[in-house]
């Protein structure tokens, strides 16, 4: 669970300052190009997913369990939650390493108990990342497409409730703009969505699909490192049956 930074649009061998009307094409064009350099494949997850879900919490250890879910949840616990998934209703999304082990994931909950009276639709953000997976802003990517995809279903606000001491998932919701209320041991984030437009939709669209590509990917490459294996493995047993049948 961790957050990642706009560098400067400046461009260093010019001296002087260009077009109002250049300056304005040129700005979406290096931010979607700074973009695209630090794009990590979100997926979408689904119920064929819940035993990689149920592998991924587990592996969580007694700090990180206490973290995530806000008392050291127990086995029985985490198995619990991750039967109760409702993918129908919920946007669970994960990030995969190139062993398909789910390394991080989100649970943007659409009803969050219980919806405060006078306040607008909003939805509830936890996330999860492996220890190994650590500080590589996979909290920050996870929490940035959980609101945009909030958003695409007009949501108007992102909420999460967490422990004081989880400083990295604040750092995150600040970094992003929320407002933080500390109440004791307990904080609270709002976060205040855009509505949704033509772009917000377009842009999920083509990560929905370019992560898809990445896990396939990732899928054949593993098919093909295993069938390599096997492969080995044969030639070496015939090897071996070979010099057993000299002696």
């Known amino acids: 669970m961790t957050a990642q930074e706009p560098s400067s649009l400046a461009d260093p061998g010019h001296t002087e300052p260009e077009p109002e009307s250049s300056a304005l094409a040129w700005l979406p064009q290096k931010l979607g190009l700074q973009r695209f350099a630090s794009w990590v494949p979100i ?5 064929r997913h819940r035993k990689r879900i149920l592998t991924h919490l ?13 008392y050291p949840a127990s086995d029985e616990q985490i198995s619990k939650y991750a039967m109760s998934l409702d993918f129908a209703r919920d946007e669970v999304l994960g990030i995969f390493n190139r062993r398909l082990q789910l390394v991080a994931m989100a649970h943007l909950a659409y009803e969050p108990a219980p919806q405060r009276q006078g306040k607008p639709a909003m939805a509830e953000f936890g996330v999860s990342v492996l220890a190994s997976a650590r500080g590589r802003g996979f909290g920050a ?11 695409n279903r007009g949501i108007e606000t992102l909420f999460i409730h967490a422990l004081s001491e989880n400083a990295p998932m604040l750092k995150i919701a600040r970094s992003a703009g929320a407002t933080v209320e500390r109440d004791g041991s307990e904080s609270e984030a709002w976060l205040r969505l855009p509505p949704d437009s033509v772009s917000s939709h377009v ?14 990917f990732k ?12 492969v080995a493995e044969v030639k070496s047993q015939y090897r071996d049956a070979g010099k057993a049948a000299k002696q």
Do not use: K, T
């Not at 899928?219 to 096997?230: E, K, L, N, Q, S």
């Open 43 to 47: 997926r979408s997850l689904a119920r």
């Open 58 to 70: 587990l592996s969580l250890n007694e700090g990180d369990r206490y973290l995530r879910f806000g």
């Open 141 to 151: 990517r996870l929490f940035e497409h959980a609101a945009l995809h909030a958003r």
């Open 203 to 216: 842009g999920e669209a083509i990560e929905r699909h370019m992560a898809e590509l990445d896990f396939q």
């Open 219 to 230: 899928r054949h490459v593993r098919a093909f490192g295993d069938f390599i294996d096997g």
